[in-house]
């Protein structure tokens, strides 16, 4: 019978600072879940979601207090979406790989992956450092930068990034911030700077607030789209941003890509911060995906050992999860 062995927190330090509009990261606090059953162990890992309300210590908790059938479907009804279901949902995958000897991809009826040009986060900050540091990015490979913006000055900011590196392929995200903005002009000015997509430009929960705009670029829901239950309402989107932390594991993940594609929506695969073992599940969402962006575990100051590599901005698979070994 699976049993949880543990769910315990721990904090990694970020490299430098992460900044959105919302504030500043320095450390990220995870939940890593361990799960065994005949002496096979399965691990996953989770990030809380902190504009939600979540903690680590929180999910760690939920983890520890769950009683339901460990089984991945059963999940789907018994516990709520979140970090705390990833982190479980993710070790189960990671056990059920080891139980058969053969890796999650297999397992789950999916190609077998290959290494994905993801973005590179610039975090917000003036222009000339934004500047500098899609310099820097671009000159280690990244031919694709994600931009955080804040609903002032973001122009100034998107023109000072694509003076520092004139060839990367820009998206942005704006954090909800850009709700008291006229969304449409503000997509207009970045587009003609060669951004190809901006990322939740209005508050969740006020989604009508796109009602009527016709943006020169797609829009993705990001913080307004968690499962597969959410697409009704986000039809003036364009694309979904989908998290493994949102969509409370890789088994709704999964099936929030396949339904959103049938819908028309285009697909973004993203993550929080974290290491690579919460990254290495996303990335088998992410094959295929209209924008990749899993660079959580980059912007730590350390990874683990055994972690996914990058080579010429492609993110590689690395040792830690799901291969079956």
């Known amino acids: 019978m699976i049993r949880i062995l543990s769910a315990t927190v721990e904090r990694w330090p970020v490299a430098g600072a992460f900044i959105i509009s919302r504030g500043a990261k320095t450390v990220v606090d995870v939940v890593v879940c361990t799960v065994e059953e005949d002496g096979l162990v399965g691990r996953g890992e989770g990030t809380a979601i902190y504009y939600e309300g979540e903690s680590a210590e929180g999910c760690a908790a939920a983890i520890n207090a769950y009683d339901g059938p460990l089984d991945r479907q059963a999940l789907l009804e018994d516990m709520p979406r979140g970090a705390a279901r990833n982190a479980l949902d993710c070790a189960l995958w990671d056990l059920e790989a080891k139980q058969a000897a053969m890796p999650v991809w297999k397992l789950a009826g999916l190609a077998e992956p290959v290494p994905l040009p993801t973005a590179f986060t610039i975090s917000l900050n003036d222009p000339d450092r934004m500047e ?19 609903g002032e000055g973001d122009r100034a900011r998107i023109a000072a990034v694509r003076a520092g590196a004139p060839d990367v392929r820009l998206i942005v995200d704006a954090n909800e911030s850009w709700h008291a903005l006229d969304i449409a002009a503000e997509a207009q000015a970045l587009a003609e700077l060669g951004v ?64 959103a594609r049938a819908r028309g929506f285009r697909v973004m695969v993203g993550c929080m911060l974290g290491t690579s073992l919460g990254i290495a599940p996303a990335a088998l969402a992410a094959q295929g995906a209209d924008w990749i962006d899993l660079d959580g575990a980059l912007l730590l100051a350390k990874d683990r050992e055994g972690g996914l590599a990058v080579q010429g901005g492609l993110l590689h698979p690395g040792t830690l999860w799901g291969l079956g070994q």
């Open 196 to 259: 190809e997509m901006v990322e939740q430009p209005v508050l969740h929960g006020r989604e009508e607030n796109l009602s009527g705009v016709r943006a020169p670029l797609p829009l993705c829901a990001d913080e307004s789209c968690h499962t597969r239950a959410d697409l009704d309402r986000l039809g003036d989107f364009d694309a979904v941003n989908v998290k493994l932390d949102k969509a409370g594991g890789l088994t709704e993940a999964l099936a929030l890509v396949r339904e």
């Open 132 to 150: 500098a540091d899609a310099r820097s990015a671009a000159a280690r490979g990244f031919s694709l930068l994600k931009c955080k913006l804040t």
